[in-house]
Every structure is written in structure tokens, then in C-alpha cells.
């Protein structure tokens, strides 16, 4: 059963910090991106009691273990050197996504649902491609079980589902509400179908079960959004729609990134010379917004959910919260590719294969052929050089999963979503001066130039480890400058032989 708790008290109403003060949390995808930066920031500017982080036991790793290394992360540089001890309120579930009773011990059970107060479903697969049966059970069945574990909490506050703004991707104008009449069918019958079949069966299913959507991720999103409406009853519960994330903006550190997905993992191979050719509409909008921006915005609607009525009235839809550009600071398509270069020669990697360019192929049927030109043959050239001096041969097979990778993100690439984001500028209006510092998420403010400046040398020092410092620096633009003087003297001998090549077959006809 679901608490009787007034509508609010001298705690909520003293601010996001104020009501976070002794809280107890349970988070799910605490190792994922944006779980990491919750963790972090609720540790960092509340005093939470507890958290208790749902870990999936890794073949070889103690998950105690897993905890262990965050103190030698730099997103927990910041808050160990305010608060030493922090890291020692996360207390370790062992659960798995996957397992039908979500790997919880009886033990564990027990303890969530006497303590918690606050619960924040963030666990989720979002590979692309992942097989239907795998997606289902961690991104739908999961928040079945979350829910009616939920359900048992005596001291629930607020439940908050962090989905996608791209879980309706089948329309191109998202408002803050749901949509089950897109699915083929509702996610009560694929769940009782996924338990009835086998798992090659539904993976079978997957292109009649899916219908529009492009992808098992954002369909099984779809489903558990689905899933939401259908069972959480008088929950305090919202859902949060981020679009694509990307590195921090600000905080803890500027430009902190740990993963290669989406157009982090573009930027990432522009910047060693190896992507040089993408497909995408040059008039779409991108649609990125920054890690810690999308932490504020899960603290702060935790927040405004304890402040409203519990139990919620299951009358009325859960609120929803996204977040994604302001329409009044688009971020469009050829600006991006415009800023993602922006800082190549002022602090290039040193593992470079190649002068950083991408050029643009709009027309997608024709992207395979011109990519054979641009990637596959100087991988062939590439990886025979490799061969003769020894070493193993590698680009081809790089350029393999790199253009099976844009393949898949392509709906994304040529196509523009406009999201409604009213709950989210209505949340923010209703913060402190105060709370709207600490917990930022202001995306109309923000200066997308100076973001990806910041972003960029992240991306160098956090995913190509390069150090930070005057003698690494000068050593990348050292190459270069080698590699631009290569590029172009390469390019100006091609041009030489092509105008030969014209002058020639032009002497045949004349």
C-alpha cells in the first residue's frame, strides 16, 4: 500500500536540500552515466541518509569492488575532497535487471521496503540493436517488478522513472503525455507473449512488435512507459524524458564523459582522423543535452513529486518531465559538425591517424559508396601497412562496425523531433533563485559554442586519457600540423591526377 503522508511540511518547504536531508534512496543503473552524476550530485549538495544502489554482480568483479573504484574517478574528485567519507552512505543491492525477480534477496526486499522513501528507476540497455527479448526484460518487465516492489514501500515519497524523450519517436511533435495508441500491441500482452515464448521466438517477432518504431530500444522504452500508465496506480510517480545525453556542462568538472555512444562516439573518430564521412540531414536539429543538466532535473522532480498530493490520484496521468533544447536555442544539425571541429588544432589527440575532417553524404542510399572511398580503401592501405611492419590489422574491421553503427542511428540523423517541455519550465519556475543555481537545468541559457569547447577537451582528457597537460598538448598539435601539411598535399596530387584524367578522356571526344 502506498503512504497517507500529509501534502507537505516545513521540510519540503525549506527547498530541494531542505527535503533531501535524512532521505533514504534506492537508484537503479547506478554504474550507467547518468545514474554515476545523480549519485554524485545527491551526495555532493544533499545530506540523503542512505542511498541503496541496485548493482548487477560482473563476472570477476566484486560489486563492492565496482564501488571501490569510483573514489579514483574524477567525477568524485570534487565531492571527496568537500566530503571525504561520502561515498560511504551508498550501500550495495545486488539485483539484476534480467532476472524475473530482479536478483533482489529476500534480505534486501525486506530492507527496501521498511527504509526507502525515494526511488529512482534509471537501469536500462540502450544498445540499439539489442535483441528484443534482452530489451524487454531490463527496459519493460523490470519496471513491472520496480512497480510492485514500489508498491510495498510504507514509506514511499516519490518514484521517479527516468525514460526517453525519444520513446515516441514515431511521431515528430512529443508532448509531455503518453502515447499507447502507437503501439502494436500494449505491454501487458507482450509480457504475457515474452513468458509464453521462447526468446528466439520473440526476437523473431521483433519487426511485427515493433511496427514503426525504429529500434527495440526506444520500443521497449514505448512499453514500459506503457506499463507506467497502466499499473502505478496511486504511485507519487513521474517519469523524466531526456533526449540524447551527452558530457557534463559544469559540474562536478567540466566536460566529464565515460562512454562512447551516440555522437560522442562521431566526435570521438572525427577526432582521430578515422571518421571522415557521415549521413545526416544538414537542416535537422540535434537534439543533446548535457549529464548534469539531466541530474538536476531528476533531484528537482523528485522533489516536486513529494510536494504534491500522496497518493497520487490514479485518475490522473503521472507527471512528466523533459528535457531537451529550448526552442529558442536549436542546436541545428551543421552546427554541431561546425563545433565538434572547432577545437582540433587547439588541443588535438595524439593518437590521430589522420588530419580531422568529415565531410557530408545527405542522400543515404548513396552513403555506402562514397564511404567505400573515404574509409574502406585507405583501411585496406592502412591495415597492408600494419601487416608488412608486423603488427595485426585493425582499420577495416573498424570501419565495419563504424558504418554498421551509422546505419542504425540513422533515423536519428535525418530526421527532427520538437519536444514539449511546459513541465519541465514550469518546474523550474517553481524552484528558489537559489535551487535554480544549485540544480541548473536552464537549456534556453545555454551557450552551445563554449558547451562543446568544454566537451571537446573532456573528451580528450576523460575518453582519450590523454594528460592534461602544456607538453601533451603541444605534442598533438605538432601532429598535427604533419597530418593537415599530408591532407592537403594528398588532396592537391588527387586533384592533379583527376584533371589528367579529364584532360584526357576530354582529347578523345574533342
Not at 164 to 189: G, Q, W
Not at 337 to 348: A, Y
Not at 438 to 449: C, G, H, Q, R, V
Amino acid at each position: 500500500m502506498t503512504p497517507k503522508n500529509k501534502l507537505s511540511s516545513p521540510e519540503m518547504d525549506s527547498g530541494i536540500q531542505g527535503y533531501y536531508k535524512d532521505k533514504v534512496v534506492f537508484l537503479t543503473g547506478a554504474t550507467g552515466f547518468l545514474g554515476k552524476v545523480i549519485i554524485e550530485k545527491l551526495l555532493r549538495t544533499t545530506d540523503v541518509k542512505r542511498i541503496y544502489s541496485m548493482i548487477r554482480p560482473k563476472r570477476g568483479q566484486d560489486i563492492q569492488e565496482r564501488i571501490a573504484l569510483w573514489q579514483m574517478e574524477p567525477l568524485f574528485e570534487v565531492l571527496l575532497q568537500e566530503k571525504p567519507e561520502a561515498l560511504k552512505r551508498i550501500s550495495i543491492i545486488a539485483g539484476d535487471c534480467l532476472e524475473f525477480d530482479l536478483g533482489i534477496s529476500k534480505a534486501d526486499r525486506q530492507l527496501l521496503t521498511s527504509e526507502v522513501q525515494i526511488v529512482i528507476h534509471g537501469a536500462a540497455t540502450v544498445r540499439f540493436n539489442e535483441p528484443l527479448h534482452i530489451a524487454l526484460a531490463i527496459n519493460t518487465r523490470a519496471t513491472r517488478l520496480m512497480l510492485r516492489l514500489a508498491k510495498e514501500m510504507v514509506h514511499l515519497e516519490a518514484y521517479l522513472h527516468i525514460s526517453t524523450a525519444f520513446s515516441n519517436c514515431v511521431i515528430f511533435r512529443i508532448e509531455e503525455k503518453f502515447y499507447p495508441e502507437h503501439l502494436t500491441c500494449d505491454s501487458e500482452k507482450v509480457l504475457a507473449m515474452s513468458e509464453l515464448l521462447s526468446d528466439q521466438m520473440m526476437d523473431n517477432l521483433t519487426p511485427t512488435l515493433l511496427g514503426s518504431f525504429p529500434n527495440t530500444y526506444t520500443y521497449t522504452k514505448a512499453l514500459a512507459e506503457d506499463v507506467i500508465l497502466r499499473e502505478a496506480g496511486d504511485l507519487p510517480l513521474s517519469i523524466f524524458r531526456p533526449s540524447v545525453i551527452i558530457a557534463t556542462h559544469k559540474e562536478p568538472v567540466c566536460g566529464w564523459i565515460e562512454n562512447l555512444y551516440g555522437p560522442i562516439a562521431l566526435i570521438y573518430g572525427v577526432g582521430h582522423g578515422v571518421l571522415r564521412l557521415v549521413t545526416y540531414d544538414k537542416n535537422a536539429y540535434a537534439s543533446l543535452v548535457p549529464v548534469d543538466y539531466c541530474a538536476n532535473v531528476a533531484v528537482a522532480s523528485i522533489w516536486q513529486t513529494a510536494k504534491e498530493r500522496i497518493p497520487r490520484d490514479s485518475r490522473l496521468q503521472p507527471a512528466i518531465y523533459t528535457l531537451a533544447p529550448s526552442e529558442n536555442n536549436l542546436l541545428n544539425a551543421t552546427n554541431f559538425i561546425k563545433f565538434s571541429l572547432s577545437q582540433r588544432s587547439e588541443f588535438p589527440l595524439t593518437k590521430m591517424i589522420w588530419y580531422p575532417f568529415v565531410h557530408c553524404v545527405s542522400t543515404t542510399w548513396l552513403y555506402p559508396l562514397v564511404a567505400f572511398f573515404y574509409h574502406t580503401l585507405p583501411g585496406f592501405f592502412f591495415d597492408l601497412a600494419l601487416r608488412l611492419s608486423g603488427r595485426k590489422p585493425r582499420l577495416v574491421k573498424l570501419y565495419r562496425n563504424i558504418h554498421a553503427n551509422i546505419a542504425v542511428l540513422q533515423h536519428f540523423m535525418h530526421n527532427s523531433w520538437h519536444f514539449e517541455t511546459k513541465s519541465t519550465e514550469r518546474l523550474r519556475a517553481l524552484m528558489s533563485p537559489k535551487d535554480q543555481l544549485i540544480y541548473n537545468f536552464d537549456m534556453e541559457a545555454l551557450d552551445w559554442k563554449t558547451y562543446f569547447q568544454k566537451a571537446l577537451f573532456g573528451m580528450r582528457l576523460y575518453l582519450g586519457k590523454e594528460p592534461q597537460t602544456k607538453e601533451s598538448i603541444e605534442q598533438g598539435r605538432r601532429l598535427y600540423q604533419r597530418l593537415k601539411i599530408l591532407h592537403y598535399t594528398l588532396m592537391s596530387i588527387l586533384c592533379v591526377i583527376a584533371a589528367i584524367i579529364l584532360w584526357s578522356l576530354l582529347k578523345l571526344f574533342f
